[in-house]
């Protein structure tokens, strides 16, 4: 199954990496361009009977591996193959 | 508009994060992840008449600052406020 892990910051956790590339927007004359956060988009597949099973495996890479749960929150897609 | 942008690594480029997450999830067993790949998702928000002129501004600082052309690839995907 190909899976998609979205990671991003909790609200109200402080995203400088964010900040710093919506100050380089509105200097570039992007000053339409509001409220930058940066997440990370994990993509990969997964070996399971079905759907239910590779989102329950990817919530447990999240868990240990793939996410700091304190200060991130994650959404898990998951793709049947055809 | 609520802007999200998802960058990825173009096929055929090496990802080396990507890598080495794969080889620690191997390692804390789970060994039917494959194929991982770690891309970013930037979430803005742009002032803009409607989606299409959303759109199109996003597409400009993605070519311009957001994503290295070269070797990523980018989708943009506009949501309208209500």
């Not at 109200?12 to 990370?40: M, N």
């Amino acid at each position: 199954m190909q899976v998609t892990i979205n990671i991003s910051l909790k609200e109200g956790v402080l995203d400088p990496e964010g900040r710093a590339v919506e100050t380089s927007l509105q200097s570039l004359g992007f000053h339409e361009a509001r409220d930058v956060r940066i997440g990370k988009q994990i993509t990969l597949s997964i070996e399971a009977e079905d759907a239910a099973r590779a989102q329950q495996r990817a919530a447990r890479m999240c868990e240990s591996l793939l996410t700091n749960t304190v200060i991130e929150d994650y959404i898990i897609e998951v793709v049947e193959d055809e």
